[in-house]
């Protein structure tokens, strides 16, 4: 999948501004989506886990972007981790520990990761 940011900050719930580093009008791979029925940040149910301008794989509220292609690759799967969190991922990502592996420097997630964004420059656009 893929969006194009139409926003570089957000409003959260409390009225506070955050500002994401984003391109206004440049795309971006979808790594993962996440639909949080309880988000209490944001109050928006589906956010686009993306590779920022800083290089940094971060969740953004969907309202931040606009649909460039909707396809979802191969390889793909869906995650439920309770009644109110669901994911849609690569397999890869899939396993117990991986974003906390990758925000704390680990190689083989940072791999993981990489090697999935290669994957989608040849097969997405």
Known sequence: MIVKAILDRIKNIDNNEIIYELTIGKEYFVLQLEFNHKDRVFD???HYRIISDEGIMLPCPSRMFEIVDNRIP???IIGKLSADF???LPFEFSYVGFLEDYYNG???A???VMNKIEFLEKNMK
């Open 86 to 88: 669901i994911e849609i």
């Open 74 to 76: 191969s390889g793909y």
């Open 106 to 108: 680990d190689e083989k």
């Open 110 to 112: 940072y791999n993981i």
């Open 44 to 46: 928006d149910v589906l």
